[in-house]
Structures are given as structure tokens and as C-alpha cells.
């Protein structure tokens, strides 16, 4: 049962224009929402991340959007460059847990010059 | 302030062998966190250390892993008799804090690739 979903395992963007990664959730006890960013044979790097309470957070050229009523978020990267040609992860913490992320497989996002 | 440390990097063994995967968290992080990932998915929570401490195991397979994070030294993350499946990238997070802390920003390491044969 997977409980986060990224239903898109790539996306091609141009380089300056607008990327939006989607990611869904079915566990509504999730009350926090991460996205990490990943090179090949690199560890996850923290990106950006959103509380429940809120339903945007921004953070330079990177906006993660949250819809909880349809268990969705977003990160919208603004503008794009190559640099950012990477693997994505959403990722959840449920309250009340370990505070152990349960993640989504993953959008390749390639940025092209 | 040097980052999470995982050694080594890349390991391989036969059938049947044992593997020790090594994490060192970052300086002040007293809290370590596994996970796996196999080809083409995302990242799996294995397990949850504290100093001395097994907090939550529920990830890891019942039977030939086990992991530890002792007083002194690193975490290790310990597979007994490894098979063709166990081949994976295991990664190591570690964070300040743990249960109860909102904003916990988890650190990672680079990852041991395990590839058995």
C-alpha cells in the first residue's frame, strides 16, 4: 500500500520556465511534507518542506504548494535550470510517529539548456 | 562540520555472507534513521536509533538484519546471510531530534550500494 504517490516518474521542462512536481497522499495523519532532491549515487538533499497548518511555503525559486482537503502538494521550481536536472522526492511524517519520512518513488525532472 | 558518513560506499558479497553498513551521523545528531531503496523506487524506512536505543524497527525484515547505534562509534546496520534481493542502496539520516519535533530536518548520507552476487 503505497501511501505517498508521485505518479510521474519524469518530466522534461525547458530551461527558465516553470516545473511543477505533483505528489499524492492517502494517510490524512500525515502533518508534515517534504521534498528532497537527489544526484545519482548522492545521498536525498533537503529541499523545502510544509506543515499541515499551512498551505504554501517559499523558499527562493522553489514553492511548495498544499492542498489537504484533495491530499496533494506540489513544488513549483521557478525558474528552472539545468541545475536542477535531478531525481524528486515527496516525502511525509505521520503525527505521532518516530518522525521516519515515508516517501513517493520518485519524478525525474530533466531541465533543458 | 563534516555530514553524515557512510562507509563504505560500495560493497559486494557473495550469498550467504554477512554485511556491515556503517553510519556516522553528523556532530550533535543523536538520532539515526535507515532506509532502503531498490532499483527504480523510492526510498523504504527501516529503522530508528537513538544512543543505545532501537526506537522503531518496524521497516526492517524480521529475520537476518538488526542494527545498532552503541554509546560510542557509528550505527551500524548489520545483515546476516545476505541474498540476491538484499541488493539495494541503503541509506543512513540523521537528525537532532526525533518524535515530537515538527520541524526535523533529516540529513543524509551518501549511501553504501550492497550489491550481492
Known amino acids: 500500500d503505497q501511501q505517498v504517490k508521485q505518479n510521474s516518474p519524469s518530466l522534461s521542462v525547458q530551461e527558465g520556465r516553470i516545473s511543477i512536481l505533483n505528489c499524492d497522499y492517502t494517510?490524512?495523519?500525515?502533518?508534515?511534507f517534504l521534498w528532497y532532491k537527489k544526484y545519482p549515487a548522492e545521498g536525498p538533499t533537503f529541499l523545502i518542506s510544509i506543515s499541515s497548518i499551512k498551505d504554501k511555503n517559499e523558499d527562493g525559486r522553489f514553492t511548495v504548494f498544499l492542498n489537504k482537503s484533495a491530499k496533494h502538494l506540489s513544488l513549483h521550481i521557478v525558474p528552472s535550470q539545468p541545475g536542477d536536472s535531478a531525481v524528486y522526492f515527496c516525502a511525509a511524517i505521520r503525527a505521532g510517529s518516530a518522525r521516519q519520512l515515508t516517501f513517493g518513488s520518485g519524478t525525474q525532472l530533466t531541465v533543458l539548456p | 562540520n563534516a555530514g553524515v558518513m557512510q562507509n563504505p560506499r560500495h560493497l559486494v558479497r557473495r550469498r550467504g555472507q554477512e554485511a556491515r553498513l556503517r553510519c556516522s551521523p553528523m556532530k550533535g545528531h543523536s538520532h539515526v534513521y535507515w532506509y532502503r531503496q531498490l532499483p527504480e523506487e523510492g526510498l523504504k524506512f527501516m529503522v530508528y536509533?537513538?544512543?543505545?536505543?532501537?526506537?522503531?524497527e518496524s521497516g526492517m525484515p524480521k529475520e537476518r538484519f538488526s542494527a545498532e547505534f552503541p554509546k560510542e562509534g557509528p550505527s551500524i546496520l548489520r545483515i546476516q546471510q545476505v541474498v540476491r534481493g538484499d541488493s539495494a542502496a541503503y541509506f543512513c539520516?540523521?537528525?537532532?531530534?526525533?518524535?515530537?519535533?515538527?520541524?526535523?530536518?533529516?540529513?543524509f548520507g551518501q549511501g553504501t550500494r550492497l550489491t550481492v552476487v
Open positions: 536509533l537513538q544512543k543505545e536505543n532501537i526506537i522503531d
Open positions: 539520516a540523521s537528525s537532532p531530534s526525533g518524535t515530537g519535533t515538527m520541524n526535523t530536518e533529516a540529513f
Open positions: 494517510n490524512s495523519m500525515f502533518d508534515y
